[in-house]
Nanobody, 115 residues
Framework: QVQLVESGGGLVQAGGSLRLSCAAS??????MGWYRQAPGKQRELVAV???????NYADSVKGRFTISRDNAKNTVYLQMNSLEPEDTAVYYCHVRTVNLGSIYWGQGTQVTVSS
């Protein structure tokens, strides 16, 4: 059974930094990453990283956010710098399993950036 444990959200002023973590268990994961959903908006990709460390970022976070993963720990990280009020959202951990390509989501962690 796949389980995802997220941590690291919170309240920060504009220009500040936060680091999100998502520890996954119960399978091997070909893809790990983060999506976010702001109030009244659709869920959108933030960044994803493959097991081979191929990375895709949303244009809005390029140069400010850095995704990384520890394959031995099945953990994905999102370092968020130069945060803006527009980054305020619930951030969801997203993983895809090697077997069957099944998708799983974390419970979400709130990130709030004040101006």
């Amino acid at each position: 059974q796949v389980q995802l444990v997220e941590s690291g959200g919170g309240l920060v002023q504009a220009g500040g930094s936060l680091r999100l973590s998502c520890a996954a268990s119960g399978s091997s994961f070909s893809l790990m990453g983060w999506y976010r959903q702001a109030p009244g908006k659709q869920r959108e990709l933030v960044a994803v990283i493959s097991s081979g460390r191929l990375i895709n970022y949303a244009d809005s976070v390029k140069g400010r956010f850095t995704i990384s993963r520890d394959n031995a720990k099945n953990t994905v990280y999102l370092q968020m710098n130069s945060l803006e009020p527009e980054d305020t959202a619930v951030y969801y951990c997203h993983v895809r399993t090697v077997n069957l390509g099944s998708i799983y989501w974390g419970q979400g962690t709130q990130v709030t950036v004040s101006s």
